[in-house]
């Protein structure tokens, strides 16, 4: 069992949050430096991360984010702030944080990465085999999907590989000569905190990543698809800095049918369904 628990630290004055798995469940180590490979993008304007104390495969001890109101204002800012944290970029398709390699659940292997030597050409190839495949395989096995099931992902994987999909990254991924984003890998609204603390320029925090490189826009459809507060002003945020590509909009459903498949691993029931939905609009 994963638990968390806020501590103050009397020395510094620094409130932490500690989270424990006693289990061998889930990769912390992976997580902390998932936090620090994002954070190295704060001094170029990135987005504030939860700073790493410890770190363990037991114990996680990172800073408290005091959570705050979302505000118009907040959400411009994390906008803009968020696409200077992907244009920090990753070295290949897949590929995890520098200085760690592995999965960040170590149950399922859920959340895998891409070693270099095994790293895609393209993202069309790394989303289908590395995510959307990968996930589907599972529920195969288990006897969640059947073959008529199996064969809708089959079919999009294959538009995935042939480069249907493909599309150029934001704008200042671009202008750096970068072609995979660094990405937080699991940014539903709960892993972007509202930071009441004055100091944060950024308007907000990260938490809880699941770090990886990828295509910027699947962060953003993630936000999306769990719903988040004044996303409209986070995406004017975003594209005040780094302008999305042309379609970006009809490709917010292809991105979130990863994130849904894994929704299917975890929970089952009407994720199930809402994947393939979403899945057969892309055929």
Known sequence: MIQSRETDREEDAVQTFTKTDRGGRASLEGEAAALRWLAEAEADGGLHVAVVVSASSTELVEERIAAGRATVDAARRAGAALAHTHAAGAPWWGSPPSGWSGDYRLDHSLTPTVNEG??????????????????????????????????????????????????????????????????????????????????????????????????????????????????????????????????????????????????????????????????????
């Open 118 to 283: 095994d790293a895609p050409s393209t993202w069309g190839v790394f989303y289908a085999e590395h995510r959307v495949m990968n996930y589907v395989r599972t529920l195969r096995d288990e006897g969640s999907y059947g073959s008529s099931e199996v064969a809708v992902f089959e079919r999009l994987a294959s538009r995935l590989v042939a480069g249907s999909f493909d599309a150029p990254q934001p704008t200042l991924l671009q202008e750096r000569g970068l072609e995979v984003a660094r990405l937080h890998g699991d940014l539903w609204a709960g892993n972007l905190l509202w930071d009441s603390n004055p100091n944060n320029v950024t308007g907000a925090a990260l938490i809880d990543p699941m770090a990886v490189g990828g295509h910027a826009e699947t962060d953003l459809a993630m936000l999306d698809l769990f719903g988040c507060s004044h996303l409209d002003e986070l995406l004017r945020g975003y594209e005040s800095e780094s302008k999305l590509a042309d379609g970006w909009r009809e490709r917010v459903g292809l991105h979130q049918v990863a994130p849904l498949l894994l929704h299917c691993v975890l929970f089952g029931g009407h994720y199930l369904g809402a994947a393939l939905q979403v899945a057969r609009r892309y055929l």
